[in-house]
């Protein structure tokens, strides 16, 4: 009983041991700040020392970043106890003007298993670089376009769209956003931008706050301070559409349905000198309830579309006179217009009607 007791305390003890003895590291920095730094002196390096406070050797098993601009470099073997090991992280700034924060998280075999290391900066865009990322520019401003694009926007929903730019000078900016539409909301983040920075615009449209549908374009001005004496206008693009989400199947059975008498009004040749030429547009209601018209349209300044009712009962028809100015022909050579029908039926809320010409 003696030696079995003795035994057990032993074993109790190279157990206890054993469960204290490991590797331990502590990183002497998990984060670097590279400052402003000009994107022409190409990759720039830091490292992350770490010391091993354990019993046990310990290794770095894995370091990976999260962007392929941001590399880390270490070696695999074990690091002793009381000894010293580097990652070196190199960053590649090309192409990538502005402010940045990249991660790189390093897997131990020791205590803590896993760790996260911090760099970051703001890189100053090359000319070049600027012209391609940024092709508008106002003074110290540039932005990335002059067209905020929403596509599609329901009735009863919101879209959102951003537009970066980026400071290229050397002062700090705070950029205006004014002449807004009502229906859309902008925040500029940050509103107080270093120099060599980037900014946000960042835009939500209310599509119930449109009385128009179809494509509905607007615009807004952006300078770079209240004080700055000159504007760009950014044009906004939207579709605004009807959400036939909530109907039942028997309400889509009982839906109006859009028909026109053609797909196309060519009116072949036709002199730009002569007179407006008129033509008529069938639009007939195969379904069965009311059809509404919501908006007739063409963009083209040449085709002009007047419609003599915007509500058609189920198997009724009405018409739409569509005149062409020959002398507003772009080009004053080739036609080509469209004319779009947006209505409540479901499954052609959107019809579109070519006018061709050949004017000479």
């Known amino acids: 009983m003696r030696f079995s007791s003795i035994f057990s305390v032993i074993a109790l003890g190279l157990t206890a041991f054993s469960a204290s003895a ?9 984060k670097h700040d590279f400052g402003a730094f000009d994107e022409s002196i190409g990759k720039v390096f830091c490292d992350f020392r770490l010391v091993n406070t354990g019993d046990e050797p310990i290794v770095i098993l894995n370091a990976r970043a999260n962007c392929g601009c941001t590399r880390p470099e270490y070696s695999r073997e074990p690091i002793a106890p009381g000894d010293t090991a580097t990652v070196r992280v190199g960053f ?16 131990l075999d020791g205590k803590p ?7 970051q900066g703001t890189v100053i865009g090359t000319s070049n670089t600027l012209k391609s990322r940024f092709p508008v520019t106002l003074g110290p401003m540039k932005l990335r376009s002059k067209i905020i694009p929403y596509g599609e926007v329901l009735k009863g929903h919101t879209g959102a769209q951003f537009l970066e730019g980026y400071n290229a000078s050397s002062d700090t900016l705070r950029p205006v956003v004014a002449d807004l539409p009502p229906y859309i909301k902008v925040l500029v983040e940050p509103a107080v931008v270093p120099p060599g920075d980037g900014f946000v615009i960042s835009t ?17 001005t952006v300078s770079p ?25 028997k ?33 007939t209601n195969k379904g069965k309830s009311p059809l509404m018209i ?5 963009p083209d300044k040449a085709v002009d579309v007047k419609l003599k009712t915007t509500e058609i009962k189920p198997g009724k028809s009405t018409k739409a006179e569509v005149t062409v100015d020959p002398s507003k022909v772009e080009g004053g050579k080739l036609l080509n217009a469209r004319i779009n029908i947006v209505a409540n039926d479901p499954d052609h809320p959107s019809t579109m009607v070519r006018v061709v010409a050949e004017v000479k």
């Open 113 to 119: 298993t896993r760790t996260s290391l911090t760099i």
């Open 225 to 249: 301070s209240a004080s700055y004496p000159e504007k760009i206008t950014v044009e906004t693009v939207a579709i605004i559409g009807e959400d036939f989400s909530g109907l039942t199947q």
């Open 22 to 30: 490991e590797g331990r590291a502590v990183w002497l920095e998990q």
């Open 251 to 283: 309400q889509r059975e009982n839906a109006p349905r859009i028909d026109t008498d053609v797909t196309a009004i060519d009116l072949e040749r036709i002199s730009p000198s002569a007179a407006p030429v008129k033509r008529n547009l069938t639009i």
């Open 92 to 107: 590649d700034p090309t192409g990538r003007p502005g402010r940045f924060m990249k991660y790189v998280n390093v897997d």
């Open 294 to 298: 919501r908006r007739i349209s063409c």
């Open 204 to 220: 939500v449209l209310n599509a119930s706050e449109i009385d128009s549908w179809g494509v509905v374009t607007d615009s807004m």
